[in-house]
């Protein structure tokens, strides 16, 4: 890949510890990273680069670039007193790569992000959802395991989970709550929460659950609901489109931000004994709410830009997530620090600024705005 945001995937060097401008010297640690190129990986990358942390990233070979959610914080590997940040191609569908990667970096934390984590694209590919979320996770676990028994060391290992796991429980939903899920890519990820207790419980692994319910931020990818609501506010107080269309408007969801939840993460593999943990805002609200809230804050009525398309509904609904978060507070410390209302007008401000810049380059006509409704 070419050095304008990525690397090549070469075996990573010995590590400087090197004075850095953001975050001190190197701390010792390493961690290794699967879905750093996603919302939650960027974020937890900037989190542990400020704690000190060296960080390996595995990404997928792709035609396209996709890392731009790294590209801030993207140091050239050939300035090796400065970049502590590595990008290496592997996948979860091939356990060779991830156990060449293991041993190679010998992380003291590894943090299994990656999936297929659109629920409605997982109805249409089943089988790549739950060979990628729960047999890939499967695959990073056993190779965590054999790098243990190879070489002695210790290695923490994150496991992400999802609030769509409870499916169709009623809430609130804690770490006792059964799971029902839902769809294909929720009962994966209630396979992969499994085999993660199952290797901590046959094999000693210090391996986590962190059972996460929604988390956004400007960073979420344009095809999750929230961030397709807030894309189209901007676009619409800029005159690019008319309308947005979505499906199920009276669904709940407990969101919050996801520059929270990564510190979750970071917390549960600093304890002196491996658990799981729901991590919430205990606050739910419905996809109206949300509307209301955005399409208000630039003093727009949502009604006369939303259409419901039925194509948007899932096969079976999930119809409301409140987690309770009462154990992750009293034992991690942790809490939320972004609110339901400054979330939205958070990406509200982002995307907004998104479309101006966008309607500059449709007035010189370097792209047309009339592909959209």
């Known amino acids: 890949m070419a050095s304008n945001g990525t690397s090549k995937a070469s075996a990573p060097s010995t590590p400087a510890a090197a004075e850095d401008s953001d975050s001190g010297k190197w701390s010792g640690q390493v961690a290794l990273v699967t879905g750093i190129t996603g919302q939650d990986g960027s974020y937890l990358t900037e989190l542990l680069l400020s704690k000190g942390y060296e960080v390996h990233g595995l990404i997928r070979r792709c035609s396209n670039y996709n890392t731009q959610r790294l590209n801030h914080i993207y140091i050239d590997p050939h ?4 970049a502590r940040m590595r990008l290496h191609y592997a996948d979860l569908t091939d356990a060779s790569s991830l156990r060449r990667w293991v041993d190679t970096i010998r992380p003291d934390e590894v943090y299994n992000l990656a999936a297929q984590s659109h629920v409605a694209v997982s109805f249409e590919n089943p089988d790549y959802t739950a060979d990628v979320v729960a047999t890939g996770a499967l695959r990073l676990l056993e190779a965590v395991r054999a790098h243990i028994v190879a070489t002695g060391r210790s290695v923490r290992y994150y496991q992400a989970g ?17 799971f029902h899920p839902r769809s294909p890519y929720a009962a994966s990820k209630v396979a992969a929460h499994w085999y993660t207790v199952n290797y901590r419980e046959a094999y000693g692994l210090f391996a986590v659950n962190g059972i996460l319910f929604n988390h956004e931020s400007p960073r979420r990818g344009e095809n999750f609901v929230t961030r397709k609501i807030t894309r189209a506010v901007g676009r619409i107080k ?10 199920n408007l009276k669904a709940s969801r407990d969101w919050g931000f996801a520059g929270d939840y990564v510190e979750a993460m970071w917390l549960m593999l600093q304890q002196e004994r491996p658990d799981d943990y729901v991590v919430a805002t205990e606050e739910s609200h419905t996809v109206e709410e949300f509307l209301e809230v955005a399409f208000g ?4 009525n949502w009604r006369d830009h939303v259409e419901i398309d039925q194509r948007y509904f ?3 609904e999930v119809d409301n997530l409140k987690g309770d978060s009462s154990k992750a507070r009293r034992e991690l410390g942790w809490k939320p620090k972004v609110g339901f209302i400054e979330l939205v007008k958070k990406m509200v401000d982002e995307d907004w600024e998104l479309a101006k810049r966008e309607r500059v380059l449709v007035d010189a006509g370097y792209i047309d705005a009339q592909q959209q409704p």
């Not at 999802?162 to 059964?178: D, K, N, R, V, Y």
């Not at 800029?238 to 499906?247: A, D, N, S």
């Not at 804050?297 to 727009?300: A, D, I, S």
Request: zero cysteines.
């Open 238 to 247: 800029e005159g690019l489109q008319k309308r947005v269309f979505l499906g």
């Open 162 to 178: 999802s609030s769509e796991m409870f499916g169709s429980t009623p809430p609130p939903q804690s770490e006792t709550t059964p």
């Open 314 to 316: 899932r096969p079976a």
């Open 79 to 82: 300035n090796a007193d400065k």
């Open 297 to 300: 804050y630039v003093g727009l």
